[in-house]
């Protein structure tokens, strides 16, 4: 074989190589918007708003973190102006929806704020948790979108991937209402019900990634 043929068949060669589109801080901002939205999500089904207090806190924290990953964070509210044609667009939407409604629909449950009188089941309470679950599904599967959208890596081109993004996101909530539950109403929790469902999520994780 000669040396020009054996050049043609290492460059042919399968292999893993590390994605050099995202950096640490965006990838810390997909995890925490993902498993905030999750978290959300899972409060609002067992009625346990304060934990959906803390997902909401834990994808603002997210916010954050891309903002600080910005070249110029100064001019973050550009990124609204083109849901039309970019993810990121309609990520930052998304995500500014979740946040701002989630952080109204749970501000009851935390202490300090316990004084304001909107609850779960009020007209409010009601409307603003209905936009931000949307939201929150929003938040979860467009981080899946955006990457399947960017041509640089071939394996994130497939339609499984904002599938896998809301599956790992809910189980991420999972995982941390777990972590939380010595810190909330334990009692709303059906515990076997949900190990039986993170359980179910996780071989759907599990099946996805290996598709």
């Known amino acids: 074989m000669s040396a020009k043929e054996a050049n043609v068949v290492e460059e042919f060669t399968l292999q893993f190589r590390a994605q050099k589109e995202w950096g640490w801080l965006a990838v810390l901002d997909f995890f925490l918007a993902g498993s905030g939205a999750g978290l959300f999500l899972i409060g609002m089904v067992l009625g346990l708003d304060s934990v959906g207090a803390i997902g909401v806190v834990a994808a603002a924290l997210g916010a954050l973190t891309l903002l600080a990953d910005l070249g110029h964070p ?3 509210w550009r990124a609204i102006f083109r849901p039309g044609t970019s993810w990121i667009s309609r990520g930052a939407i998304l995500v500014t929806v979740f946040i701002v409604l989630g952080a109204i629909h749970a501000a009851p449950a935390v202490p300090f704020l316990s004084c304001l009188h909107w609850t779960s089941g009020g007209v409010l309470g009601m409307v603003t948790g209905i936009i931000a679950g949307v939201a929150a599904i929003g938040v979860m599967a467009y981080t899946g979108f955006l990457l399947a959208d960017s041509p640089a890596v071939p394996a994130w081109q497939s339609a499984l991937v904002p599938v896998q993004f ?46």
């Open 166 to 211: 809301v599956v790992i996101s809910l189980l991420s909530g999972a995982g941390g209402l777990y972590l939380l539950l010595p810190f909330t109403s334990a009692a709303k929790v059906n515990l076997q019900m949900w190990e039986a469902m993170g359980l179910v999520l996780g071989v759907c994780a599990l099946l996805m990634l290996l598709a």
């Open 74 to 76: 100064e001019r973050f």
